[in-house]
């Protein structure tokens, strides 16, 4: 299988362990093991104490997938799958769609969700927004155009990555029924679940709506606990999960089990991980509001309904990907140009999961100022 390089995993690679400053990661300061294991019950540390380092359940062990389950009203053990995120998405893909299928795509997009379909030779037709002012909005009427009987899969991702869409109750019903209608798999990555400053936008998840839907949620973002690498496809359609587990088998065959107690035990206090990791993005967009005021001259920004990023205009003559590369040249900082995602030469993506991005606004503001 020949697969185009994954341009934000890319840039990422370039300078993530080596640049100063992060101002555009999507997630949020990963938790420390010892903050994790201090919230773990007594049972849990024996089992954490004891547990042997072998081969684990395909699935995921029934400790954590019952406690994944707790997290949804209609769903139960049997209706989950754990992989490691990126692993579910993969698997997915392959198991659904063949050469000529055609497949809806939001754009932009985290590359993964459309490059796969590509790569398996799938017509990719994308969903685009509506873009006034540094406000985005994907119109259900947009989405329903483009079907056709070719189409096999529809692939969404609120809240968004990188503009912090989440749709209202009302175009997400919409959104579900154009699947519904049209007997087509909907593919909902909710990597982001739970996340954003604002608690007035929350979404039902698509698994829970629609039988044909397969939602996609893990640890990484909400929990703030990446480096755990534990994810989970959740869907009312059994026979889909069954199919995934075989192809994971070619894959990474199980999890890894530290992990698992580890995810476990993070979901069952959930609140104390995603709980500080909002507050922590309210606080940080409140910066990045009056940064933005300050500096109407640089880009637009409006205040994202959900998630830990923002996707911002820059109104620089460069490129974004030429801004982005003077900027980590001259300061250390880096900053995620559109490139990456695909999506023009004027766009980037902000992060506001970091604790330190009040310094490296100051830093951004002195760059900006002296260029
Ligand atoms: C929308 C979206 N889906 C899936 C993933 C994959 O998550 P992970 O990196 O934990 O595999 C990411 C990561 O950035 C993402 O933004």
Not at 330 to 343: C, N, R
């Amino acid at each position: 299988m020949h697969i185009n390089d994954f341009k934000i995993e890319r840039y990422f690679a370039q300078y993530e362990f080596s640049a100063r400053y992060l101002l555009s990661s999507s997630d949020c300061d990963g938790y420390a093991i010892k903050y994790v294991l201090d919230l773990a019950s007594d049972d849990d540390l024996q089992v954490w104490e004891n547990q042997t380092l072998g081969y684990t359940e395909t699935k995921g062990s029934p400790m954590l997938r019952s406690a994944i389950a707790k997290h949804y009203q209609t769903l139960a053990m049997d209706n989950l799958l754990v992989l490691s995120p990126g692993e579910g998405n993969f698997c997915l893909m392959n198991v659904l769609l063949e050469k000529g299928d055609e497949v809806i795509c939001m754009a932009p997009m985290y590359q993964s969700l459309y490059q796969i379909a590509e790569s398996i030779g799938c017509k990719v037709n994308f969903w685009q927004p509506d873009y006034d002012n540094n406000n985005w909005y994907y119109n259900p009427e947009r989405l329903k155009a483009l079907v056709n009987n070719k189409t096999k899969l529809i692939i969404v991702n609120f809240p968004h990555n990188p503009t912090g869409y989440i749709p209202s109750a009302s175009d997400w019903d919409e959104i579900i029924n154009i699947a519904r209608a049209n007997n087509l798999y909907l593919f909902s990555d909710e990597m982001y679940h739970l996340l954003g400053a604002n608690p007035a936008y929350k979404q039902i998840p698509a698994c829970e709506l629609y039988e044909n839907a397969i939602s996609l949620w893990g640890m990484s973002k909400s929990f703030g606990l990446a480096g755990l690498r534990i994810g989970w496809l959740a869907s009312k359609n059994k026979a889909i999960l069954a199919k995934v587990e075989a192809f994971k088998d070619y894959l990474s065959i199980c999890n890894s089990c530290p992990s698992e107690i580890l995810a476990t035990i993070a979901l069952n206090n959930h609140s104390q991980f995603i709980t500080p990791n909002n507050e922590k993005i309210r606080l940080n967009i409140k910066y990045y509001e009056d940064f933005a005021q300050r500096n109407e001259d640089l880009l637009e920004f409006s205040i994202p309904r959900g998630g830990s990023t923002a996707f911002i205009k820059l109104k620089t003559s460069k490129t974004a990907m030429e801004y982005a590369e003077d900027l980590v040249k001259k300061t250390g900082i880096m900053l995620l140009p559109s490139e990456t995602f695909d999506y023009g030469t004027h766009f980037a993506r902000i992060g506001f999961g970091r604790r330190n991005l009040p310094e490296i606004l100051s830093v951004w503001e002195a760059y900006h100022r002296s260029v």
